[in-house]
Nanobody, 117 residues
Framework: QVQLVESGGGLVQPGGSLRLSCAAS????????MGWYRQAPGKQRELVAT???????NYADFVKGRFTITRDNAKNTVYLQMNSLKPEDTAVYYC???????????WGQGTQVTVSS
């Protein structure tokens, strides 16, 4: 069993930055992909970014060049550095672990990010 705890959300002005962290308890294996998703009010949850244990990353088009995902395998922690934030980035951000075998998915409780002046 894996438990995920996110931190780092908050209120920031447009153009500002935030850094989200997600610490995983329990075993994280090399094939596990860690990532961030977000859900805005009235919208479906969407992918923000993912990262493998080897450091390969995947980003949604709307965050490319602004957000950076990193992973510390020794600490079972994934980070999301968010720069040049826009009001449309306002959402609850969720940490995710996607395990391919056996196929399992784990979610954190979410952290609110609000971008507003």
């Amino acid at each position: 069993q894996v438990q995920l705890v996110e931190s780092g959300g908050g209120l920031v002005q447009p153009g500002g930055s935030l850094r989200l962290s997600c610490a995983a308890s329990g075993r994280i294996f090399s094939p596990d992909v860690m990532g961030w998703y977000r859900q805005a009010p009235g919208k479906q949850r969407e992918l923000v970014a993912t990262i493998t244990s080897g450091g390969s990353t995947n980003y949604a088009d709307f965050v490319k060049g602004r957000f950076t995902i990193t992973r510390d395998n020794a600490k079972n922690t994934v980070y999301l550095q968010m720069n040049s934030l826009k009001p449309e980035d306002t959402a609850v951000y969720y940490c995710n672990v996607d395990r391919p075998r056996p196929r399992l998915g784990y979610w954190g409780q979410g952290t609110q990010v609000t971008v507003s002046s």
